[in-house]
């Protein structure tokens, strides 16, 4: 699992059916500070994420599928929570309330 | 999954029957801005890519073994769609139609 | 498996049952000397960590399933247990009893 | 799977039967430009690959144990075939033919 | 798979008992020639292996259970064999027996 910011939204008629019906966001990993630590992925979203959201993202085939409840399905990288708070040895470095809803 | 270009085509004379009836590309992750942001993946187009098109791309092989219908089948790469566009905070980055036809 | 140091806590209401009753840790993957050598990661705590220790982490699907005795759990990256120590050709880098108890 | 250049080869009394009968090369994951990137991996050659070829290795372990026949295998990486050509928007960046046989 | 490099040990009383009973290493992978080329890996030895010796490293869960003859193991990388050369078009650019028992 990964830190993620979600930096957009994308379309494409991707012809697998478990996917059509989801909503797909470009996510960064993100380190706890939001510096960007690794390549964008494109995630399903599971929790009603939105463009600025911080959320926990799940990167791995075989859970993604449980998630879906189809062993069969063609899913790999998950948006399962939008992320509340981050925590460090230097106090809270992220809060989601105090982000407003400009962004969502 | 990421977001990717074709940037190119790969021939080679495979011995695994799954990959010989396949077109091979040769993908790019991007940025949704389009910047490169890691290694070159050799992908089965399943979505009548080209060169130049932004594409989405699946990269576990249980899920990509399960679009090919064939629980056997040695692949893990796979391009599920072409993207119409990406939208960001700043706005569409991406557009396909924006691009013409020129390079497909 | 990676060599890793807790940099954080994460609080996110996750929607999947398994992951709702776990402590969920940031972790950086570091070199023996404690230098940052990857991208951040998110996981869950099996071996009573805190903020500040070095710990061994295991970032593979099917193992962590094994762990939490639930073969249809969504997780991937567990924290296996806390460093004692790391020895090296230059002795030994990392002693966990020299770090005193401030930051458990 | 991905595009890469064997640049040598490995000996080393491994214990492991499957791996025993194998010829190990290294190879580098290159650009189809043919520049490095990514770290060097040690592949089992399936095409009688040689140092200076350029070839498409496939990088996931149950699609490389289905290439041995043995679901007990404990392989992952496999090279699958020397590329013949690669073609980009710049025209043929590659072309097996033209190397010679100097380096095989 | 890929070429390593031992670095160190590690002692960390984890819980779960496949792990209690082996020795974890601390890996680099390395290019060729013995630079770093990658993040830091910790290792269960399979291999007899010591600080300074160059390993071939298997970094696929399901392969790693299979060499340990238990499906339900939590184990990820495993160190198979300890090289005994390695040619490039350079030539022998290691090899095992020159480098004297001092770090074994």
Chains 1, 2, 3, 4, 5 share one sequence.
Do not use: C
Not at 12 to 28: A, C, F, G, K
């Amino acid at each position: 699992m990964f830190l993620g910011q979600v930096i957009g939204t994308l379309v494409s008629p991707v012809r697998i059916p478990i996917l059509e019906r989801e909503t797909l966001l470009l996510v960064h990993p993100v380190t706890p500070a939001g510096r960007r630590s690794g390549p964008t992925r494109v995630a399903i979203d599971r929790a009603q994420a939105g463009v600025g959201d911080r959320v926990l993202v799940l990167d791995e085939g075989n859970g993604a599928r449980q998630i879906f409840g189809d062993p069969q399905g063609a899913v790999k990288t998950v948006i399962v929570g939008v992320v509340d708070y981050v925590d460090t040895h230097e106090g809270r470095v992220y809060d989601h309330r105090e982000r407003g809803e400009a962004t969502r």
